[in-house]
């Protein structure tokens, strides 16, 4: 079945040095992929989003980059803070499914 | 000030029992959603609603029931819970069904022995 996936479980990381999460995905029919981020204890929270005619979308700190040619989206955090530790997850989202369906996750370490 | 709110945020229980876990959101969003997290932190969509109307029953055993008073609530009731129902349940919302920006609650951690 198709499917979003990640690449790596546990990225560890220096503080100060950037992050760049990957995910795999399989739905070619998807119209928005999106990254949440979920700290230790809470619930996931929303990041940043990218539509499927994109390839490129930056915010505070991070970028997106969708590669529709293999399939491939990434995460990437500049100067990551011990703040930025937590589990990332991408999502996938057709608008007409009315669902998000979350990759695997990958938990971000930072170290001092 | 919270956004979603789930309670209780730990349930223990053993397995035969009936529980429910309550949500409410105070964002004035129109969809809310129950996701189940599993030990291994998959994330997997099990309901959702639209003003108050059932949108998406992901093939969750008839033991969960969901049910929606208003748009701001939204509750779920598991029956005759089993082993394999512990899990992380978040509850959601979000303006618009299926909206890439949802917003969850803090989990409710079930334990099930």
């Known amino acids: 079945g198709e499917s979003v996936g990640l690449h790596l479980p546990t990225l560890s990381v220096q503080e100060g040095d950037n992050s760049i999460i990957n995910c795999a995905y399989s739905n070619s029919a998807s119209d928005y992929f999106i990254w949440y981020k979920q700290e230790s204890g809470k619930g996931p929270q929303f990041i940043i989003d990218i539509r499927s005619n994109m390839d490129k979308r930056q915010g505070q700190r991070v970028t997106v980059l969708l590669n529709k040619t293999v399939k491939h989206l990434s995460l990437q955090i500049a100067a990551t803070q011990p703040g930025d530790s937590a589990v990332y997850f991408c999502?996938?989202?057709?608008?007409?499914?009315?669902?998000?369906?979350f990759g695997g996750g990958t938990r971000v370490l930072v170290k001092p | 000030d919270t956004a979603v709110s789930q309670t209780p945020k730990y349930l223990v229980t053993q397995m035969g029992n009936d529980k429910s876990i309550k949500c409410e959101q105070n964002?004035?969003?129109?969809?809310m959603y129950w996701y189940k997290q599993d030990s291994k932190k998959f994330l997997k969509i099990m309901f959702s609603?639209?003003?108050?109307?059932?949108?998406i029953n992901e093939t969750v055993p008839n033991r969960f029931s969901p049910k929606s008073p208003d748009k701001a609530h939204l509750n779920l009731h598991i029956n005759s819970l089993e082993l394999g129902d512990s899990a992380v349940y978040f509850c959601?919302?979000?303006?618009?069904?299926?909206?890439?920006?949802?917003?969850f609650g803090p989990g409710t951690r079930l334990t099930v022995t």
């Open positions: 964002l004035g969003h129109d969809t």
């Open positions: 999502a996938e989202n057709q608008a007409a499914g009315n669902k998000l369906t």
């Open positions: 609603y639209n003003n108050k109307e059932l949108i």
């Open positions: 959601a919302s979000s303006q618009g069904q299926g909206a890439v920006e949802q917003y």
